[in-house]
């Protein structure tokens, strides 16, 4: 029995052998092939999955009403959050630790350029670039300390204690925020392009005795009429407009007040002033940097950015796993307007960081993707949702073909195993429609922040993320921001690719936050997510607590979610 | 010539639809679903939920002395710990089973872990410890660090009738 039964089995084998031919040869090869690609290509996840499962830590005492206090794992409870930039000063013993650092610290940093492996410098210094249509113009960090000494000693002089900025992104408003830090006032960055009614509102809330501001774009007198403290304005004239004589002053406040021009400044003070950083006494804290938060009232609301804020969220955004971190080949682009706190923090950062930096003047919160980024390639991209939500509704989505939607399909697979697509074929394949227009060859990071009462509609979907992360060839940040809180108030894993579908969570607490949800319904005592206000405390925010007007959810792998 | 004849045919019979390629192709269609197939991504299970910070008084905090399975808290100086992970120490039959439950500030001063040291009278209101000397302050102080580093702190210990205290 067993006998006739092995002899059929084998007669059965031999039979089906027997049929052996070209096409099996083909298929036998193309398995074959595919079996080993298989093996070659795979490769362990950019992070281990337990790390995405778990992002955050809990603390395990809570009080009535409030959930848990929620921390990033890189500072867990029982020990401070990061309180700065951590410099270390040349001379300095080693086993001390470093200290907090200011704005000053930022741009000495800059100035010094990069290190070699040994500490040494190597001489090598960012740019700063500007980006105005399709060309590119460059500074050198030394004609910018030229710039802050000159701006800042003209300030001094007049004994100015509060200086209002109305600038587009630009090196005049970096080295007006510079300037503030090194020569001791405070500066008020108010976002361009506001009715003159409100930014002469501005003023006087802040008491702002000096402004700088662009020549030609508001009406002096409507402002100087509410504001007598303005003794001081200086005029940032654009390329073009140059040869024109903007030394005009008002007739009525003729006596009271100064009219200068930027860049005749720097001719007159180019000889006085020295390309070198000014000496200063880390000791004595440097002057605040406010900025304006648009709130639903025409106003918006001054939030009053001390040093220490924006250094420990400085750091907190620099700390990003070690393959991953801004370096000095870098170039960041910011296309969202510095007078927010996340893209202040970002560029701050990058010229800690050494590397290059490229401001645009039409930067803001909603700008065109494509037109916004084309003049320089660089490899780090600063931009809001409504931005980003915008470019993928109106031109991502809309140019995808069979084909791109095929290359698509094949790169979410790569995602979804946990690693980022490298550039090939495929990649190639998956952009040919969505993404032609723009030229980011070398984009590596897309850093994308949310503010938190911005209309839910810019909010990113994870398929949305998904899509910029295949045809943009980068990997994303999305931040949560808020006001009173410097920086963001959480911000997702560079790793974290996986797409669950709905809108995406906004990861966990930078290292500068923790975050509590308030006003939680005690009585559901069910395996639901708790929800609750956001509150937001740590050395990043400005008082130390703030309780945001939004309501969020920690969700199962303790993340931030904002509860629509 | 007939033999050359009769080979020819069997050319025609090759095919791709035989059951070897059937079997092949259907092996390269599963090693591609495999390859492709959608993962869920990882979930770890949810961890204990915290525990809810509350006010106790004497009365109250008595019953977490560790007898049947109960946690074993004690206070000092106004904080009340959770010592359930030092059961063997600060539980039934421990050696500071006195403790369990209870204020222990003065006990913890005086190295002592005599009854005589707790507040007997638990309607009494707290033991303000005013006639410690700064040997046993010190003492106490030390007691304190090495309870914070290694216990939580679960809630904070009120008299009796105190305005803070919750209603019973």
């Not at chain 2, 500030?105 to 700064?134: H, I, N, V, W, Y």
Request: glycine share 8%; net charge negative.
């Amino acid at each position: 029995m067993a006998d006739t039964f092995l002899e059929r089995l084998d007669a059965m084998v031999a039979d089906v052998l027997a049929e052996w031919n070209l096409y099996t040869t083909v298929l036998a090869t193309i398995l074959g092939a595919f079996a080993v690609y298989m093996v070659i290509a795979s490769k362990d996840p950019d992070v281990h999955p337990f790390l995405l499962a778990r992002q955050s830590t809990p603390a395990p005492v809570r009080q009535h009403g409030e959930s848990a206090t929620y921390r990033a794992l890189e500072t867990p409870h029982g020990f401070p959050l990061r309180l700065g930039l951590n410099v270390k000063d040349p001379g300095a013993p080693k086993w001390t630790g470093g200290r907090r650092g200011d704005l000053r610290d930022i741009w000495k940093t800059a100035v010094r350029g990069a290190l070699n492996e040994d500490g040494s410098p190597s001489g090598k210094q960012g740019k700063i670039y500007t980006v105005l249509g399709k060309k590119a113009i460059e500074h050198s960090l030394d004609q910018v300390t030229q710039e802050i000494n000159v701006i800042g000693r003209h300030l001094q002089k007049s004994g100015v204690k509060t200086v209002a900025v109305c600038l587009t992104d630009s090196v005049e408003l970096l080295a007006a925020i510079f300037a503030g830090a090194f020569y001791g006032y405070k500066t008020i960055i108010v976002p361009h392009n506001l009715p003159p009614e409100t930014l002469s509102a501005h003023l006087q809330k802040a008491n702002a005795d000096a402004l700088i501001a662009e020549a030609g774009s508001l009406d002096l007198s409507l402002v100087t009429k509410g504001n007598k403290q303005l003794s001081i304005v200086v005029w940032v004239a654009k390329y073009g407009n140059r040869h024109m004589d903007w030394n005009e002053v008002p007739e009525d406040v003729k006596g009271s007040l100064k009219v200068a021009v930027w860049h005749e400044l720097i001719e007159e003070g180019k000889d006085l002033s020295g390309l070198d950083v000014p000496a200063y006494d880390p000791k004595i804290p440097t002057p605040a940097v406010n900025t304006v938060w648009p709130s639903s009232s025409e106003s918006g609301e001054f939030i009053d950015f001390k040093p220490e804020n924006l250094v420990s969220a400085t750091g907190a955004l620099s700390a990003l796993p070690r393959t991953q971190r801004v370096n000095p080949n870098d170039i960041v682009l910011s296309i969202d307007s510095l007078s927010r706190s996340y893209p202040l923090c970002q560029i701050m950062a990058a010229l800690f960081a050494n590397a290059s930096i490229a401001l645009n003047s039409v930067a803001g919160e909603k700008v065109d993707f494509a037109l916004a980024t084309v003049g320089v390639s660089p490899t780090i991209i600063v931009a809001s949702s409504r931005t980003m939500s915008d470019y993928h509704d109106r031109i991502m989505e809309p140019h995808t073909g069979i084909i791109s939607c095929f290359g698509r399909w094949l790169q979410a697979r790569t995602l979804e195993a946990g690693n980022m697509p490298t550039r090939n074929i495929f990649s190639q394949l998956a952009r040919i429609g969505p993404t032609a227009e723009l030229s980011l060859d070398n984009l590596r990071l897309l850093c994308i922040s949310h503010r938190i009462d911005a209309s839910p509609e810019a909010r990113l979907s994870t398929q949305q993320l998904t899509d910029l992360r295949v045809f943009t060839g980068a990997r994303i940040l999305y931040a949560l921001t808020g006001p009173g809180v410097a920086g963001a108030i959480a911000q997702t894993n560079i790793f974290d690719y996986r797409n669950v579908g709905g809108l995406s969570h906004f990861g966990a607490p930078l290292s500068s936050t923790e975050v509590t949800l308030t006003n939680i319904a005690e009585d559901t005592e069910s395996d639901g997510l708790v929800e609750g206000q956001i509150t937001v405390s740590g050395p990043a925010v400005v008082g130390g607590n703030t309780t945001l007007p939004a309501r969020g959810r920690i969700s199962n792998d303790n993340t931030l979610e904002l509860c629509s | 010539m007939a033999a050359a004849e009769g080979s020819t045919p069997q050319a025609e019979v090759m095919t791709i639809a035989s059951p070897i390629n059937l079997i092949i192709a259907s092996l390269f269609v599963v090693l591609l679903y495999w390859h492709f197939r959608p993962k869920a991504p990882v979930e770890l299970p949810r961890g204990p939920p915290p525990v809810v910070f509350r006010t106790y008084t004497p009365k109250t905090l008595i019953k977490f002395n560790g007898e049947d399975n109960q946690p074993v808290y004690l206070a000092v100086r106004g904080r009340v710990f959770d010592v359930t992970p030092g059961r063997g120490f600060y539980g039934p039959g421990g050696v500071y089973e006195n403790f369990a439950g209870r204020d222990a500030s003065r006990g913890l001063a005086c190295q002592s872990f005599d009854e005589e040291m707790l507040t007997k009278d638990l309607s009494a209101p707290l033991d303000e410890l005013k006639d410690l000397d700064a040997e046993q302050l010190e003492n106490l102080q030390s007691w304190e660090e090495r309870f914070s580093e290694k216990y939580l702190v679960i809630g904070k210990l009120v008299a009796e009738g105190d305005p803070e205290a919750p209603a019973s």
